[in-house]
């Protein structure tokens, strides 16, 4: 039995043509085969998986801008985390979160005795933050796997490579000084923001000493040893000479010191000593 090898109708015996279609015929030609859904190449769209977007590195820019007399400080963050003191955030603008822990015990106890607080609050996340702007000085501090003893009060920031403790200064010194028994100590490897009343001066001492009368030492490393002297070898010369109790610093290491305020916070304590002898005439 024959078939055409064009169209498949059956030919008749010895048909040379097909009588359907016309096509000439081969002898013995087979039917041809026809194709079905299920031996045909189906191409079907693959579903598109979305892709996890990838984790962008963690960075963190301090920076210190001016507006209308003020100093500011501000933070670009990118899947950073920094460290505050409590209410120090201005505002911020980004995917950012503030997280507040409970302190631990040595921390309540760090804040009954210094002027910072024992919350230092968390930001995190990718966004800009700006920390409340000061008539003061900010100065960006950046350690590495140093150990910094800060005043009181001069710690405003930091990144969280930036171990926050206390340092416990000897007993004489802590009385006399003017620094308190207590201040804050900050080690590890990253930038701390110390704020201050002046411009700071980095005092390098190399097996040296430093004498400063007043309490305007607002850092020092950890190498450098403080204490409390008189001004000379006798307690009437000290009296005398008008200088009395001074601090010292020695040792190798690093001091920064703020030996004069700025124009701004001069005036507010010109403006401050003023309203206070005001009110006392008042109250007299």
Same mark, same amino acid.
């Given at each position: 039995?024959?078939?055409?090898?064009?169209?498949?109708?059956?030919?008749?015996?010895?048909?040379?043509?097909?009588?359907?279609?016309?096509?000439?015929?081969?002898?013995?030609?087979?039917?041809?085969?026809?194709?079905?859904?299920?031996?045909?190449?189906?191409?079907?769209?693959?579903?598109?998986?979305?892709?996890?977007?990838?984790?962008?590195?963690?960075?963190?820019?301090?920076?210190?801008?001016?507006?209308?007399?003020?100093?500011?400080?501000?933070?670009?963050?990118?899947?950073?985390?920094?460290?505050?003191?409590?209410?120090?955030?201005?505002?911020?603008?980004?995917?950012?979160?503030?997280?507040?822990?409970?302190?631990?015990?040595?921390?309540?106890?760090?804040?009954?005795?210094?002027?910072?607080?024992?919350?230092?609050?968390?930001?995190?996340?990718?966004?800009?933050?700006?920390?409340?702007?000061?008539?003061?000085?900010?100065?960006?501090?950046?350690?590495?796997?140093?150990?910094?003893?800060?005043?009181?009060?001069?710690?405003?920031?930091?990144?969280?490579?930036?171990? !926050?403790?206390?340092? $416990?200064?000897?007993?004489? &010194?802590?009385?006399? @000084? =003017? +620094? %308190?028994?207590?201040? *804050?100590?900050?080690?590890?490897?990253?930038?701390?923001?110390?704020?201050?009343?002046?411009?700071?001066?980095?005092?390098?001492?190399?097996?040296?000493?430093?004498?400063?009368?007043?309490?305007?030492?607002?850092?020092?490393?950890?190498?450098?040893?403080?204490? !409390?002297?008189?001004? $000379?070898?006798?307690?009437? &010369?000290?009296?005398? @000479? =008008? +200088? %009395?109790?001074?601090? *010292?610093?020695?040792?190798?290491?690093?001091?920064?010191?703020?030996?004069?305020?700025?124009?701004?916070?001069?005036?507010?304590?010109?403006?401050?000593?003023?309203?206070?002898?005001?009110?006392?005439?008042?109250?007299?």
């Amino acid at each position: 039995m024959a078939f055409c090898g064009n169209c498949g109708t059956q030919l008749k015996e010895g048909a040379v043509f097909c009588h359907e279609c016309g096509s000439r015929q081969d002898a013995g030609a087979a039917p041809p085969v026809k194709q079905t859904m299920s031996n045909q190449a189906i191409n079907t769209p693959q579903a598109v998986q979305s892709q996890p977007k990838p984790n962008l590195p963690s960075k963190v820019d301090f920076s210190i801008e001016e507006k209308e007399m003020l100093k500011m400080v501000k933070i670009e963050m990118q899947n950073a985390t920094i460290r505050c003191e409590a209410g120090a955030m201005y505002y911020m603008l980004g995917n950012l979160q503030i997280e507040s822990k409970m302190p631990t015990a040595g921390g309540l106890l760090k804040s009954m005795v210094t002027k910072e607080t024992a919350f230092k609050p968390t930001i995190s996340g990718t966004g800009t933050v700006y920390l409340e702007p000061s008539f003061g000085m900010f100065t960006i501090l950046e350690l590495n796997n140093e150990q910094w003893i800060l005043d009181k009060g001069a710690y405003y920031a930091s990144e969280m490579g930036i171990e !926050v403790g206390m340092w $416990t200064n000897k007993a004489v &010194s802590g009385l006399f @000084s =003017g +620094e %308190g028994f207590f201040q *804050t100590q900050v080690s590890g490897t990253g930038k701390v923001i110390v704020v201050s009343n002046g411009p700071l001066e980095e005092i390098v001492l190399n097996n040296d000493k430093l004498v400063v009368d007043g309490s305007f030492a607002v850092a020092r490393t950890a190498g450098v040893q403080f204490t !409390v002297n008189k001004a $000379t070898k006798g307690l009437f &010369s000290s009296w005398t @000479s =008008g +200088e %009395g109790i001074v601090n *010292t610093f020695t040792g190798t290491g690093k001091v920064l010191i703020a030996p004069a305020a700025n124009r701004y916070v001069s005036l507010m304590n010109y403006l401050g000593s003023i309203y206070t002898r005001v009110l006392a005439i008042k109250n007299n």
